[in-house]
């Protein structure tokens, strides 16, 4: 079930299924799991997280992922996108704190970012070093959310879709 939610979520995140081709499972580390797939004849991959607690004063809300992304043939890696599952406020930040140290993104939609390449890495090295990652964020309605998530095994997975996309 696991496997189909985030096949489902590429789907949201990476565009059109005909321009891409399934993803493939290339292992789960502890909280996190590695995929690669083929878009546009071009290697994409990706580990992708849920929370293990959301917490907000919402009624309804879908499913909330994190994810690191490779793109060699763009020349991208470690971009992270984090879907919360409801619109954000428009203009609102998101707030990550992983032990200690802090991040800003920008929102779009059901979307969070970082603004540059810079920001992606260093964002990629703390999950990867981290144990604990919370996440807060401002929904359409003005509910606060917070998220929190296990970095146990994003070392692991982090490796594997690296490895998977030659970088």
Partial sequence: MRHFIFAAVLMVVFGSPALASEPRLLGTHG???????????????????????????????GDIFALITHRPAEKTRDVFSYITGYPYKPGSEVTIDIDG??????????????????????????????????????????????????????????????KECGL
Wanted: glycine share 10%.
């Fill in 31 to 61: 909280d996190w799991a590695a995929y690669g797939f083929t878009e546009g004849g071009n290697k994409v991959c990706y580990m992708a997280s849920q929370p293990k607690t959301a917490v907000g004063n919402y009624t309804q809300r």
């Fill in 101 to 162: 140290r802090k991040f800003k993104l920008f929102t779009q939609d059901d979307t969070a970012w970082t603004p540059d390449a810079a920001s992606d890495s260093a964002l990629a090295r703390a999950i990867q070093a981290g144990s604990k990652m919370i996440v807060k964020g401002t929904s359409k309605r003005g509910t606060l959310t917070t998220d929190t998530f296990s970095l146990k095994g994003s070392g692991k997975a982090y490796a594997m879709v690296s």
